[in-house]
């Protein structure tokens, strides 16, 4: 929501970040839910002349407008809401990650980039950031750690703890593993070769929509670090990968959401 906040300013509207406390919101003239507990639909809880809704659980939600970016979604998942705006050319990705300089694709992998989502409490980043140290001794693990993610890093991994987002630490990256979520979105948007993996049920899409355009590798858990090292030896796939992935995701999405909202 931070960047669909920060595309309505750079078009010249202000916003206001609220947090769903299960209470009603005061009325307004615009409101875009974005919650996988409440409906958006549920008028009695938001009170709004338009009423939009970031959604890709297919709830079939009756507002005017729903956001939903995974790849391979269609207007069919959305049918009760009066404007449906699906698919990945309005992922909500910041948009200033156009704008980051990023490491180039056609040289050696050295810095790989590991984040499994903020509630990692499996410590499926943990597992797959402690067999790359073996599979590449000679490369720079780094794993993210969410707000609610285990605290445990591996030996010679590289934490990273981050309140302002993760572009810069995407854009330097070689290779990126990562969950299929806003985070994926994001390594497409910067043209990363992408290994993705399922840690929710709701990513399942994201992940589908981008391996079927090859714009991401998908990966079981147990196998990422082995599509990882497979990835990392090969040169000609990561610049194919990239590619696609910038194709996909070209980060002017929570734009073109902003002004379909004003």
């Not at 009066?82 to 156009?98: C, I, M, N, S």
């Amino acid at each position: 929501m931070e960047a669909l906040a920060d595309a309505l300013k750079i078009i010249g509207f202000e916003s206001v970040l609220l947090p769903i406390d299960g209470e009603p919101t005061a009325p307004a003239d615009v409101a875009v839910v974005d919650s996988y507990i409440y409906r958006a639909d549920d008028t009695k809880r938001f009170r709004a002349e338009t009423i939009a809704a970031v959604d890709d659980l297919s709830r079939n939600l009756a507002v005017a407008i729903v956001v939903d970016p995974a790849p391979g979604a269609t207007v069919k998942f959305h049918a009760a809401a009066h404007h449906a705006l699906t698919g990945p050319e309005y992922a909500l990705v910041d948009p200033k990650l156009v704008d980051i300089q990023r490491a180039p694709v056609e040289g050696a992998v050295t810095r790989i980039l590991v984040t499994t989502g903020g509630t990692d409490v499996d410590g499926y980043g943990y597992a797959i950031a402690h067999d790359l140290t073996k599979l590449l001794p000679s490369a720079t693990i780094s794993l993210v750690m969410g707000p609610w993610s285990s605290d445990q890093v591996p030996r010679q991994v590289n934490p990273i703890r981050t309140s302002s987002g993760l572009g810069n630490e995407l854009a330097i990256s070689d290779l990126v593993v990562t969950a299929g979520g806003v985070t994926m979105l994001e390594s497409l948007a910067l043209g990363r070769p992408t290994v993705a993996v399922l840690t929710a049920e709701n990513q399942q899409r994201y992940v589908e929509g981008a391996a079927a355009v090859n714009a991401v590798v998908p990966a079981s858990i147990d196998d990422a670090a082995l599509a990882a090292v497979t990835l990392a030896g090969n040169a000609d796939l990561r610049v194919e990968l990239a590619h696609r992935a910038a194709n996909l995701i070209d980060g002017r999405g929570a734009l073109r959401v902003a002004r379909a909202l004003t």
